[in-house]
C-alpha cells in the first residue's frame, strides 16, 4: 500500500480493482484449457486448486 499524504491532493482517483494478482495464473491456466477444450465448461480455477486452497486465496 503506497504512502500517500492527503494534505498534497485535492482528490485521489483510483481506477480498477484491489485485488492479489495470485488467481491471476489459475484463471489463465482454466481458460487456456478451455480454448483447448470448448465442450468442457466444468473447469474453473477454483477446481485446479481445489476447496481448501481455493477457500485461503479468496479470504486472503
Known sequence: MPNIYYDDYDAII?????CSDELRS???QALNFYLKNP????IEWY???GKRESQK???K
Open 47 to 49: 477446481n485446479l486448486l
Open 26 to 28: 489459475y484463471m489463465f
Open 57 to 59: 486465496l479468496i479470504n
Open 14 to 18: 483510483a481506477l480498477g480493482d484491489f
Open 39 to 42: 465442450k468442457n465448461r466444468k
